[in-house]
């Protein structure tokens, strides 16, 4: 007996979780440098 979908419900599950971890790089990202949510900033190196 096995788990007939395991296999792809864990790398559904892992690809969400790397697109959740990088949105929340990304906003990190835009408040440590001074920029709004989606906004660019000329401040930015």
Same mark, same amino acid.
């Given at each position: 007996?096995?788990?007939?979908?395991?296999?792809?419900?864990?790398?559904? *599950?892992?690809?969400?979780?790397? /697109?959740?971890? #990088? !949105?929340?790089?990304?906003?990190? *990202?835009?408040?440590?440098?001074? /920029?709004?949510? #989606? !906004?660019?900033?000329?401040?930015? *190196?």
């Amino acid at each position: 007996m096995g788990f007939p979908n395991s296999a792809s419900s864990l790398r559904t *599950a892992s690809s969400s979780m790397v /697109a959740a971890l #990088g !949105e929340i790089m990304s906003i990190q *990202a835009d408040e440590a440098c001074g /920029a709004g949510c #989606g !906004e660019r900033s000329d401040a930015r *190196a």
